[in-house]
Nanobody, 123 residues
């Protein structure tokens, strides 16, 4: 099992940046695909980005070129660098871990979830 704890959310003006962090417990962090999802009020949780065990990255179209997902397998950390934020990015952001080897954009494939961190972008 793995436990995930997100941090780094907050309030930022449009055009600003935030870096989210996800701390994972356990010794097998490098065996998991890591993903970031977000959920805005009244909307379903949606895929944002994923990173494979070897570091291949995947993004939803709306964040490509603005967000960067990364991982540090020594520190058991995953990150989401978010630049050029806009009010449409306002949501609770969740870190997730997937035991299967192939990254997915479907939340049902992810086995473990953090508690989420709020990101609010003001116009």
């Amino acid at each position: 099992q793995v436990q995930l704890v997100e941090s780094g959310g907050g309030l930022v003006q449009a055009g600003g940046s935030l870096r989210l962090s996800c701390a994972a417990s356990g010794r097998t962090f490098n065996r998991y695909v890591m993903g970031w999802f977000r959920q805005a009020p009244g909307k379903e949780r949606e895929f944002v980005a994923a990173i494979s065990r070897s570091g291949s990255t995947y993004y939803t179209v709306s964040v490509k070129g603005r967000f960067t997902i990364s991982r540090d397998n020594v520190k058991n950390m995953a990150y989401l660098q978010m630049n050029s934020l806009n009010p449409g990015d306002t949501a609770v952001y969740y870190c997730a871990a997937d035991e299967s080897p192939i990254p997915s954009d479907r939340r049902a494939y992810y086995d473990y979830w953090g508690q989420g961190t709020q990101v609010t972008v003001s116009s």
